[in-house]
């Protein structure tokens, strides 16, 4: 048996290993994401789909004012909660991942906000609708304290508790990752900068937020890939106002139009790509982490 | 270099101590992305000996191990086990034992779990009763009766090395490999284990190739030792051959024995800071470099008149030893040369501090290195 | 100087934060316990009660509120997710596994299995059930093609929880054993992976939860109305109008959740106490 013989029987352990997570992820992940750029251009009759390819979908879905608007929709929700989740969020990663001096501490509190993970999802955006209703919890208490003389109606089935579900829903993915690069940050150096007379405004811009600033791009990424793809929460407290892509998908595919489906889809793709193509070039995450 | 080589290897293989050889490595090299770590290692050990694999970090003497066990797989060369090409063997099948620096102690299992786990799990079924006759019998035999059913985690650091060395021994190998087997070790634990692994194996007779980068764990423990130094073999012998005669100025440096000084050979004459002296036994090396072991250096006033070689410089302190005493002094080029004692040659010398000596050596027991030697 | 006036008003606004992400929860659980069958999914309770808990259990007399359909998508659910959880994580350690050698590509793939936690289910379920209904021609069913987009998204979890886990572990007792005589496959069962195990069972939690609420993956991936997972169910409940019913439901499974939390904190602790108490034992020797 010569050397090089040797060699290649020993490199085909891991080959084994691999080679049913490749083969699984391409049958079950690449094939069915490539299946919605194919069918795109598939024909569409009104119960039918036939393999003959055609622009016919994606013409239609340029030049359909609903379908337009699901794109708009989705991209101004997308970045609203976005901005939302960070804004809220940032503070508490502070807290937690650089104030709290105890490890325990930290650790209790971004346990504390896993936990309501453990609810069921679409339980967790149900919950909202008692909360933003007109005879809701916000409404009862903001009439008691006299805030307000009626209820607010605005806050159920519009665009707003949308957001609001989405924020609570998802704003804990952008606390973790933030948190965790906060708390990596090597204290002597804020004390070191404290030394030298920095206030705390200057010490923030120039060490605290440029060191947590990859976090703060997983966390977006993690926001962003989720509320793109987000048709529930928009379904359950928009009661059907809100159109997002995901809900376009979800209504075509159930009156069977598979192709304008697949044309929302791979629309939804090039977002997405887009998005986390854009992320990644603020931050080198392989550097980073 | 490539001749010295040549002519390093012969010496090693030529240079068989007792019986047939048990395993033999040939022409084995080893790179990992461009940097060599085995550069053509030719080496051979015999049935019932003790080989000591000596090598500063880096060397390449771990590698080595790792490629004898099966671990690893050598780029070019062969490993030959007991007559057989076992170059393309997985570990499993070589029945070739392995201590490591760390013990790698199965964490989960008891000490005696831990004995009894090769023949337990092995290929060849072992019947119950004998797995429990052999593993008492070698947990007695390393001391370690009462401790049985303890976790490893539960004893002492000696107590691991023992567990190691049982659970190693047990399977009854005619090879074992034992990497830095007392690094892990305190110093007055390391000393004790040392007598023990030494006694055990004859108890036992299997050979050990013991990777080391304590020249005096070396020189202490092995039938032979075999130096490395970048992935080759540079030096090979009985510890008493490599000890006087190094055979280069690297070997001179890892055994930590002798003061090196530049210097200039020119038609056997070395010239360095102590004048010049005849040197008609040369070794060839690459550098020229003049090698006086500790405790061959003499003391004297500075007032004293020398014939042969003569170096003033300042003592500057001394360090005890138990054995011996060691003097430090420096000379007007800042280099620091250390000069033993052996106690058993009577009471030391008290040097004053910051006082001028003159060191001086019989020429004879210096070892001279230089390019223009044969 | 600063900071001591920062942190008291970090402090408070995590709280409020706190209460942001919890509120609706509690305001869910206290209407659980409105009166039944005619008070509604709001304030104030009229009467506090458990009749919608009985409910679920079919322990009330019918009433114009259909119960939940939830009992048979209660069992598909968790046997999917046993499904799940057992494929994913062996793909899982089987993958960290071959990533402990380097290997040609190691990189490429890597990103196509960390891709699957990333790729939205709207998306592979779409692509798995157009690839099912309009080329392969094949019914979709939730012990199927769900099954197959559920591993896809909960494999990669399992397989990062087991590359941080196996990164970490000392590979030499692993030599020790082959160099005892013992073959690769059996260190692997003997050595390897009890040592793994903590690991494993963190693996084999995620992927169970995951599958459990996955929503999205199944609404497309599977069947009709006979292959309703439970998400699927309660997602039905959403076209009409809902009851309290749906509360004391969530507050139910949440109460479920923290039973699997609880079993694997056990297992967790005890294997870490095991851990301790000899640590503690070898610092006293």
């Known amino acids: 048996m010569t050397d090089a013989t040797v060699a290649r029987k020993r490199r085909l352990g891991p080959t084994w290993l691999i080679l049913p997570g490749i083969v699984w992820m391409a049958l079950f992940m690449i094939v069915p994401i490539a299946m919605i750029v194919y069918v795109s251009f598939w024909t569409q009759t009104t119960f039918n789909i036939s393999p003959t390819p055609t622009l016919a979908s994606w013409k239609q879905f340029f030049a359909s004012d609903t379908y337009i608007g699901a794109l708009w929709t989705t991209i101004r929700i997308w970045l609203i909660v976005l901005a939302a989740t960070f804004a809220i969020g940032y503070p508490t990663a502070l807290f937690v991942g650089l104030f709290v001096k105890s490890k325990t501490l930290s650790t209790v509190l971004l346990v504390i906000c896993v936990i309501p993970f453990w609810t069921s999802f679409l339980i967790r955006v149900l919950a909202w609708r008692p909360m933003l209703g007109k005879e809701g919890v916000i409404n009862i208490i903001l009439l008691k304290l006299n805030v307000i003389s009626h209820p607010i109606e605005v806050l159920l089935f519009t665009e707003l508790s949308v957001i609001i579900g989405m924020t609570q829903i998802y704003c804990v993915f952008m606390v973790g990752p933030i948190a965790f690069m906060l708390g990596r940050i090597d204290r002597n150096i804020i004390e070191a900068a404290r030394d030298l007379g920095a206030g705390f405004g200057r010490i923030f811009w120039k060490i605290i937020f440029p060191l947590s600033l990859p976090g703060v791009v997983v966390g977006a990424i993690f926001v962003s890939v989720m509320v793109l793809g987000e048709f529930a929460t928009s379904g359950a407290l928009s009661g059907r106002k809100v159109n997002l892509l995901g809900n376009i998908i979800v209504t075509q595919v159930g009156s069977l139009k598979w192709a304008m489906a697949s044309v929302s889809g791979v629309i939804l793709t090039v977002v997405m790509g887009m998005v986390i193509a854009a992320f990644l070039r603020i931050v080198d995450l392989k550097q980073e982490l | ?374 | ?285």
């Open chain 3, 1 to 285: 100087m600063e900071s001591r006036v920062l942190k008291p008003i970090l402090a408070v606004y995590v709280v409020a934060f706190l209460l942001f992400l919890y509120g609706p929860f509690f305001v869910l659980t206290i209407l659980s316990f409105q009166q039944g069958p005619d008070g509604g999914p709001q304030f104030p309770i009229t009467e506090w009660s458990l009749y919608w808990y009985k409910q679920i259990f079919g322990l009330t007399p019918p009433s114009r509120i259909a119960p939940l359909p939830v009992g048979e998508a209660l069992i598909r659910s968790l046997v999917l997710a046993f499904m799940t959880m057992v494929t994913s994580t062996v793909l899982g350690v089987m993958s960290a596994q071959a990533f402990r050698r380097k290997f040609t590509g190691s990189s490429v793939v890597f990103y196509l299995i960390v891709l699957g936690m990333m790729v939205p289910g709207v998306l592979t379920g779409l692509g798995t059930s157009l690839l099912a209904n309009n080329v392969l021609g094949i019914e979709r069913h939730w012990y199927t093609t769900a099954f197959a987009t559920h591993v896809a998204y909960t494999y990669p979890f399992a397989f990062l929880v087991m590359l941080a886990i196996l990164n970490r572990f000392d590979g030499s007792v692993e030599e020790a054993s082959w160099s005892l005589g013992v073959t690769p496959w059996t260190t692997f069962r003997k050595v390897t992976f009890p040592l793994i195990f903590p690991g494993v069972l963190s693996a084999m939690l995620f992927a169970f939860t995951l599958s459990l609420d996955e929503f999205p993956r199944s609404l497309f991936a599977a069947g009709g109305s006979g292959d309703q997972t439970l998400p699927l169910a309660i997602y039905g409940t959403f076209a009409v109008e809902i009851h309290p019913n749906i509360f004391a439901f969530g507050v139910l499974t949440t109460l479920f959740s923290f039973a699997l939390l609880s079993v694997y904190g056990i297992l967790m602790g005890l294997s870490v106490r095991r851990a301790r108490k000899l640590a503690m034992q070898e610092d006293i020797a």
């Open chain 2, 1 to 374: 270099m490539g001749a010295g080589c040549k002519n390093l290897r012969s010496t090693v293989t030529g240079r068989m101590t007792t019986g047939a050889a048990i395993f033999r490595i040939d022409g084995v090299s080893k790179s990992y992305g461009g940097v060599k770590a085995l550069d053509s290692v030719t080496l051979e050990a015999g049935v019932n000996e003790y080989v000591s694999l000596l090598g500063p970090s880096g060397s390449g003497k771990t590698t080595l191990l790792r490629v004898i066990a099966g671990f690893e797989v050598p780029d070019v060369g062969r490993v030959v086990f007991q007559g057989r090409d076992i170059t393309g063997l997985p570990a499993h099948e070589r029945g070739i034992g392995f201590v490591f620096q760390n013990f790698a102690l199965f964490p989960h299992l008891t000490v005696k779990k831990n004995v009894a786990f090769g023949m337990m799990n092995g290929g060849v079924a072992v019947p119950a009763a004998e797995i429990d006759q052999r593993c008492q019998a070698m947990i007695d035999m390393v001391g370690l009766s009462g401790l049985e059913d303890r976790g490893v985690e539960q004893i002492s650091g000696g107590q691991r090395q023992r567990v190691a060395l049982a659970r190693t021994l047990v399977m009854q190998p005619k090879l074992v490999l034992l990497d830095e087997p007392l690094g892990a070790l305190d110093a007055n634990l390391r000393g004790r284990m040392r007598n023990e692994l030494r006694a055990i194996r004859e108890r036992m007779g299997v050979t050990f190739l013991h990777v080391t980068g304590s020249e005096t764990e070396a020189l202490a423990m092995g039938d032979r030792i075999v130096v490395l130094d970048r992935g080759r073999i540079i030096q090979a012998g009985t510890p008493d051959d490599v000890y006087s005669a190094p055979s280069s100025p690297a070997v001179a440096h890892f055994l930590n024995r002798f003061n090196l000084f530049d210097g200039t050979l020119t038609a056997g004459k070395f010239t360095g800071p102590f004048g010049t002296v005849a040197s008609p036994h040369a070794v060839r090396a690459p550098q020229d470099v003049y090698a006086i072991r500790y405790d061959r250096v003499n003391v004297l006033p500075l007032t004293a008149t020398v014939s042969g070689p003569a170096l003033k410089a300042t003592y500057i302190a001394s360090e005890y030893l138990g054995s011996s005493v060691m003097n430090f002094f420096e000379t007007s080029d800042g280099k620091v040369v250390e000069v033993e004692h052996h106690l058993s040659l009577g009471a030391p010398e008290i040097y004053v501090a910051r006082q001028d000596y003159l060191l001086t050596w019989n020429p004879e027991q210096a070892i001279v290195f230089g390019r223009e030697a044969t």
